[in-house]
């Protein structure tokens, strides 16, 4: 059987998909694989399942000579140079759809935790300062911002976008969005409009970046952008932290440019800031925006189907690079 090798443990379903049509090698460690050891690892295999945390280039492809397929384990695949892996022949997938509604649910928890000063009151509650306070219930106390029948603002309008966006009509707000596509139907369905970035910034009450990391938006939200934003403005990243400019978001979040941030990705992965990370005014999470069962389960489901489909000699049903097709049919012979 052809071989593939995982980069990190995934969900049982998608491993067990996997054993039935391939010789499985799993790196077992909590912690990313070091690429000396990947490097090894792949010198015989067939398909890799990777995850964001690997750099997939042209080392990689230089010592895996037998590699035909690379399954990423994300809907993002900026960590593969897919450019050269289509040169060389090499099938890349990824998994969109399945965590969609984990991911706008999330963006969801953030926008809300942020606007109502979740995190701040949490802390306060448990640590027993309210207890030592005194006051049971005060007119000033937490005063957060109103999110129902607001204006939402939404930096890129792909399944993702969009289901944010489904979410925000139920709260009755006016929708924004600035993609690449203009979407008429969706924006007919949703109501939404298109607004250019400079206008949508500056009009939204909730900013939720959306947007794939390319060249084009590696640091699109920078300080120009961040002080188009109201004052009483909250910013949500799900996107990728290299869309942000980290060090103009701390200038933005002390001086009060906007009121405050949720983001769950960062500039770098695992992340430690200390101005930024010692501010109440931002929520903070460790990119779990995908983190459900049901989601993560249906990630490793789809990086083996995309894998069998491929040992079938069936296109994968979510190749990423179809140029490929005209350079080598799928399949491992």
Known sequence: MPKVF????????????LMEHFEVEVWEDEHEIPREVLLEKIRDVDALVTMLSERIDAEIFDAAPRLKIVANYAVG??????????????????????????????????????????????????????????????PLM??????????????GFGRIGQAVARRAKGFGMRILYNSRTR???????????????????????????AVPLTKETYHMIGEREL????????????????VVDTEALVRALKEGWIAGAGLDVYEEEPYYHEELFSLDNVVLAPHIGSATHGAREGMAELVARNLIAFKNGEVPPTLVNREVLSIRKPGFE
């Open 77 to 138: 695949y900026d960590n593969i140079d897919v450019e050269e892996a289509t040169r060389r022949g090499i099938y890349v997938t990824n998994t969109p759809d399945v965590l969609t509604n984990a991911t706008a649910d999330f963006a969801w928890t953030l926008l809300l935790a942020t606007a109502r000063r979740l995190v701040e009151a949490d802390r306060f509650t448990r640590s027993g300062e309210w207890k030592r306070r005194g006051v049971a219930w005060h």
């Open 183 to 209: 979407r008429p139907g969706v924006e007919k369905e949703l109501g939404a409009e298109f607004k250019p970035l400079d206008g949508l910034l500056s009009e939204s009450d909730f900013v939720v970046l």
């Open 227 to 242: 002080k188009l934003m109201k004052p009483t403005a909250i910013l949500v990243n799900i996107a990728r932290g290299k």
């Open 6 to 17: 995982i980069t990190r443990r995934i969900p049982e379903n998608g491993i067990r998909l």
């Open 142 to 155: 937490f005063l957060g911002h109103d999110v129902y029948g607001k204006t939402m603002g939404i930096v």
